[in-house]
């Protein structure tokens, strides 16, 4: 069965400075990849997807990811955050059965 | 409506009554899921529609959780002799396929908070 692990549950980093969430998925293909981001008190909103094509994969709010095949992972990362970017961050993986597996987040603080 | 729709946003029950959480998708999106997110957790998958398919109820924990979706649109999820582990947030997602296939982007309602004292 498809899995998606994410190894770490707290990030702090502070403002302006480079932050990268890393994302492991297990399936025996190419899965479909995405990236979704959970602001407080609101839904999550899509902030990138791999599908095929290019391996580093550009999305909302500066945010970028690089999928690695023979790494299985889909890390992400922003050059400079912003204190907007504190949030969840939700990798998760589409397999057979148009079904979304998500891992279980990346909490991420701001520091000032 | 622009997005997706959830109702209520809060719910707080007692434990052994039975609840309903609506889900209102996108209109012209024809696959609705239900995810769980319980207090630091993940999310968990629960079940989903796709068109006039068969529902993937994979993701349901017990008996006492069921779904519907009326028309191919509004959902709602219900589960009967609540229990305090249910407390959780209910999320409701829809998205657009083309053909036989999802493009893969799940557009989140905002949730129904549900607590059980």
């Known amino acids: 069965a498809q899995s998606v692990t994410q190894p770490d549950i707290h990030i702090t980093v502070s403002e302006g400075a480079s932050l990268e969430l890393r994302c492991n998925y297990s399936?025996?293909?190419?899965?479909?990849l995405f990236w979704y981001v959970q602001s407080p008190g609101q839904g999550l909103q899509l902030l990138l997807k791999?599908?095929?094509?290019?391996?580093l994969v550009q999305g909302i709010k500066g945010f970028e990811a690089e999928f690695k095949r023979s790494q299985s992972s889909f890390n992400l990362r922003k050059p400079s955050v912003h204190w907007s970017d504190a949030a969840e961050y939700f990798c998760?993986?589409?397999?057979?059965?148009?079904?979304?597996?998500f891992g279980g987040g990346t909490r991420v603080l701001v520091k000032p | 409506g622009a997005g997706v729709s959830q109702s209520p946003s809060n719910k707080v029950t007692e434990k052994g009554k039975d609840v309903e959480l609506r889900c209102d998708p996108i209109s012209g999106h024809t696959a609705l899921y239900w995810y769980r997110q319980s207090l630091g957790q993940g999310l968990e998958f629960l079940i989903y529609f796709q068109g006039n398919s068969a529902p993937d109820k994979s993701g349901l924990p017990s008996d006492r959780f069921s779904a519907e979706r009326t028309g191919g649109s509004v959902s709602t999820l219900t589960i009967q002799r609540t229990q305090q582990e249910d407390s959780a947030v209910y999320l409701c997602a829809s998205s657009l396929w083309i053909g036989r296939q999802s493009t893969g982007e799940l557009f989140f309602g905002e949730g129904s908070r549900l607590t059980v004292l």
């Open positions: 399936y025996g293909a190419t899965p479909y």
């Open positions: 791999y599908f095929s094509g290019d391996t």
């Open positions: 998760a993986v589409v397999a057979a059965g148009n079904k979304l597996t």
